[in-house]
């Protein structure tokens, strides 16, 4: 799962026990997970072994005794249960998007509180969505109301809530003044076992699309009175902890996203090097070795964006703002693309569900498109980048060096949730110091890299010209917000490799193999040209070589 660099002593293994779980009748079976799939049932199984493996104490932070020391080995973790199965991730990954904004702005006494339940064996949810309001929080109509004694009443419902009713905590984002507005909503830990009977009912499992198994229901409150203790943060500041809570949160969606690519390349390749076709293995026809090289690219140059992004939340958190929109936005869609690519090379096969690998490629491509939806969609998240058009033309002449969240081998600073803003007024340092990076590029990257430097130049030319407008964003700022994405994923893999020099005797770090994948991926994606076409010869031998390898940016775990 983790690689030998990033992951914690409690977890570094996790990767390897999971494999060891998908055995006939084990909780990880992948026969087992698609009947319970095609049950609409809860992988309640799974997220035991999960719990057994104390995978839990990752979502608690170090500080309140549990072992998240670093978001990116969070990341890891979820992404290795998310390579199994989306189901799984989601479900039970849900307690770390619960717990957060007490993590963020709750008092050292809920923190402690929360750690320890959450330690037993607790499920947190997260209640911001409601029934006909969408993404639009602060038309959210759940109210609490003080009562005399100093409780707050609850009244209202939440609705398309993951573990809504299996969880027996709750954080819901609530409308404190009757009038609303970016101070009137604040956030109350509902303990479930102190509700009184008959004051909470839940609205039914919703069918899904994809992750059937999930529950994926509603809760709705009636009058249900919580104490005082409940508040997280202060009153009115619910939606500032939000906003800020969903910068970690949106960050960690990435994992779930690069699991999924991660089963479906070794999905494509395994059926690849193992179909004949015209009488020799599929593998071995040109256009496929350069697919499959190409759907590793695309995800080469997501888990760096993703790694560099989870990293800043520690080296420069006053950036997440922009950073975590960026990963959000670019990250699902850019494995999304991969996922398309690699059931083209399956064929029909990623269609059948009895034929191959129990219809593994159909479901995890159905399974991962909401994670583009969770925690704002791409669009969301697109607009909050354009919100931060003007500070990103303004600072990116500042000069900066490389980015502290590219060098792995480096401690990270502790996480310091306080430090958070709402806009990142420095701008990105990660694109602020591409001019440069792409100046002491080697050889082997330096034109790749110089042509990165030029797509960046005249997108900053187009952001100059950018005028902030009404609520209506013009489409055209969209495009500009996509090209802006590219161009930072671009420069975090550049960023990565040089900063890792000691990591280049590795075979995907030598000659900059993989960073010329990733960047040259990007500059296709830009309309910049593309790889050399020995780079895609290259990183598909290396893929067709050996086994299946756990993360393509990190060393292999030992056995």
């Not at 249900?224 to 009115?236: F, I, W």
């Amino acid at each position: 799962m983790s690689s030998v660099l990033l992951g914690p002593p409690g977890s570094r293994h996790l990767g390897a026990a999971l494999d060891r779980l998908t055995s006939p009748g084990s909780a990880f079976d992948p026969g087992w997970l698609a009947t319970l799939d095609e049950r609409e049932a809860f992988p309640a199984e799974a997220c035991a072994a999960l719990d057994g493996l104390g995978l839990a104490r990752q979502y608690v932070p170090a500080e309140h005794g549990g072992d998240l020391v670093a978001l990116d080995e969070l990341c890891e973790a979820v992404r290795a249960v998310a390579r199994h199965d989306l189901t799984v991730a989601i479900a039970h990954g849900k307690t770390f998007l619960g717990a957060v904004s007490v993590w963020v702005a709750g008092t050292a006494e809920q923190a402690a509180g929360l750690a320890e339940r959450i330690a037993a064996g607790a499920v947190v949810s997260w209640g911001l969505t409601e029934r006909g309001h969408g993404s639009d929080l602060l038309a959210g109509e759940l109210s609490a109301t003080r009562t005399p004694s100093g409780s707050w009443r609850l009244e209202g419902g939440k609705w398309l809530i993951n573990n809504a009713t299996r969880a027996g905590l709750i954080c819901v984002l609530a409308r404190t003044r009757p009038a609303g507005g970016a101070r009137g909503f604040s956030l109350l830990l509902v303990d479930k076992a102190e509700l009184r009977p008959g004051s909470y009912t839940y609205t039914d499992k919703i069918r899904t699309h994809g992750i059937r198994g999930a529950d994926i229901s509603g809760i709705t409150f009636h009058g249900a009175e919580v104490p005082a203790s409940a508040l997280v943060g202060e009153e009115g500041g619910g939606a500032e902890t939000v906003l800020k809570a969903l910068q970690l949160t949106r960050t960690a969606c990435g994992a779930l996203s690069l699991g999924a690519g991660d089963h479906a390349l070794g999905l494509a390749r395994t059926f690849a090097a193992g179909r004949e076709l015209y009488g020799r293995p599929l593998a071995e026809l040109p256009f496929v070795r350069r697919e499959l090289a190409d759907i590793a690219a695309g995800l080469l140059l997501a888990e760096a964006t993703l790694v560099v992004g989870a990293r800043t939340a520690h080296t420069a958190p006053d950036e997440l703002s922009v950073v975590s929109a960026i990963t959000k936005a670019f990250v699902p869609e850019n494995v999304q693309r991969a996922v398309d690519r690699a059931a083209e090379i399956l064929g029909t096969r990623a269609f059948l569900t009895d034929v191959h690998a129990h219809g593994a490629m159909a479901r995890l491509d159905r399974d991962h498109r909401i994670v583009a939806v969770f925690d704002g969609t791409t669009l969301v998240n697109r607009s909050a980048l354009i919100s931060q058009f003007p500070a990103l033309a303004r600072t990116r002449r500042e000069p900066a060096g490389v980015p502290a969240a590219a060098r792995l081998d480096q401690p990270l600073p502790k996480l310091d949730p306080g430090a958070l803003r709402l806009v990142a007024r420095a701008g990105s340092t990660v694109v602020r110091a591409l001019p440069a990076a792409a100046a002491a590029a080697p050889d082997a990257l330096a034109e790749p890299a110089r042509r990165l430097a030029a797509v960046s130049d005249a997108l900053h030319a187009d952001l100059a010209r950018h005028r902030p407008g009404s609520r209506d964003v013009p489409a055209e700022a969209f495009a500009l917000a996509e090209r802006y994405e590219l161009v930072h994923a671009g420069a975090a893999a550049l960023h990565l490799w040089l900063a890792n020099p000691r990591r280049r005797d590795e075979p995907l770090w030598r000659d900059g193999l993989w960073a010329r994948a990733a960047v040259g991926h990007a500059l296709a994606r830009l309309g910049a040209g593309g790889p050399a076409p020995d780079t895609w010869d290259q990183l598909a031998g290396h893929l067709l070589a050996g086994g299946r390898p756990v993360s393509l940016l990190h060393r292999k775990e030992p056995e």
